[in-house]
């Protein structure tokens, strides 16, 4: 369940268009969709990644 929370490879796009297939996003969304990752799991390491990049946990601008 996603609790109303869009898919953290869905939401994170660049202006060129979607992140590439090797991305830590799509990497992320990967691992989450074939089970080796929860959830939480992969929220944290979004958050990270966030953080990483200066980015806000909404995807906007920081």
Known sequence: MWR???RPWQT???PQGA???SSPIALLGRRFATG?????EC???LSALDE????T???GPA
């Open 12 to 14: 994170a796009r660049t």
């Open 43 to 45: 929220w944290r390491r």
């Open 57 to 59: 946990a909404g995807g």
């Open 19 to 21: 992140p590439g297939p």
């Open 52 to 55: 990483q990049s200066g980015r």
């Open 4 to 6: 109303g929370r869009k």
């Open 36 to 40: 080796e990752i929860d959830e939480d």
